[in-house]
């Protein structure tokens, strides 16, 4: 096997494969926009396409003490910003993690957040 950039000659294999296996479960990855793009192929073709996608995380620390309504209006703020900031800076998602189950609710109550499909994996470097 090997692993090499990806190339926009492959570009119709990745189509086929992605509407053969993924195409109910999410779009085509566009990897021209990644940071970087490859593909792991051996004699018989390629087998993955993948890619490094820059994100935009939103981290929040909230002080718990204070009322729901202070907090509440504090994420309006902080979504603001949020969403301006990312739009500027050519992002079309943002991403946040919660360990709590109620802020997590507040979110996509509040924010319009979705649960992603699929689970929410991590991995430290």
């Not at 090499?4 to 992605?18: G, M, N």
């Not at 002080?63 to 994420?75: G, H, I, P």
């Not at 800076?89 to 946040?96: L, N, P, R």
Request: hydrophobic share 40%; proline share 3%.
């Amino acid at each position: 096997m090997i692993v090499r950039v990806f190339q926009p000659s492959d570009l119709d294999e990745l189509k086929r494969i992605h509407s053969e296996h993924f195409a109910s479960e999410f779009e085509i990855p566009d990897f021209t926009q990644y940071l970087n793009a490859f593909v792991v192929e051996d004699e018989k073709g390629i087998i993955t396409f993948a890619g490094i996608r820059d994100i935009a995380e939103c981290v929040t620390v909230t002080d718990k003490s204070r009322c729901a309504k202070d907090r509440a209006k504090a994420l309006i703020n902080v979504l603001d910003v949020s969403v301006f900031t990312c739009a500027k800076m050519g992002y079309d998602q943002i991403y946040a993690w919660s360990q709590s189950p109620q802020w997590a609710k507040r979110l996509v109550k509040t924010a319009g957040f979705k649960t992603p499909k699929g689970q929410s994996l991590i991995l430290d470097l």
